[in-house]
């Protein structure tokens, strides 16, 4: 069984900076992406950003120049690093990762999410 742990998430004043991590564990064969996805309230849930088992990375248009994606030291990990947020980046930030299990096919898993609320 494959989990998803995201943590980092907070109350931060804007301007400031923030870092989420997530670590995949269980019986993974290979993941071929990670990502960050976020919902906040009323809206749908959108990509933030994502990086690929080779390391390309993409953003969404709003949050380029501010957040980066990062892979860990640890083996299946990923970081989110924030910064210069801003009030409309509040939203619960999710975990996703595109890989297969071991003796399963291809699928996405979601972490449970972390909130990250941007406010003076």
């Known amino acids: 069984q494959v989990q998803l742990v995201e943590s980092g998430g907070g109350l931060v004043q804007p301007g400031g900076s923030l870092r989420l991590s997530c670590a995949a564990s269980?019986?993974?064969?290979?993941?071929?992406?990670m990502g960050w996805y976020r919902q906040a309230p009323g809206k749908q849930r959108e990509l933030v950003a994502s990086i690929s088992s080779s390391g390309s990375t993409t953003y969404v248009d709003s949050v380029k120049d501010r957040f980066t994606i990062s892979k860990g030291n640890a083996k299946n990990t990923v970081y989110l690093q924030m910064n210069s947020l801003k009030p409309e980046d509040t939203a619960v930030y999710y975990c996703?990762?595109?890989?297969?299990?071991?003796?399963?096919?291809?699928?996405?898993?979601w972490g449970q999410g972390t909130q990250v609320t941007v406010s003076s």
């Open positions: 996703n990762a595109d890989l297969r299990a071991t003796m399963q096919p291809r699928n996405y898993y």
């Open positions: 269980g019986s993974i064969f290979f993941i071929d992406a």
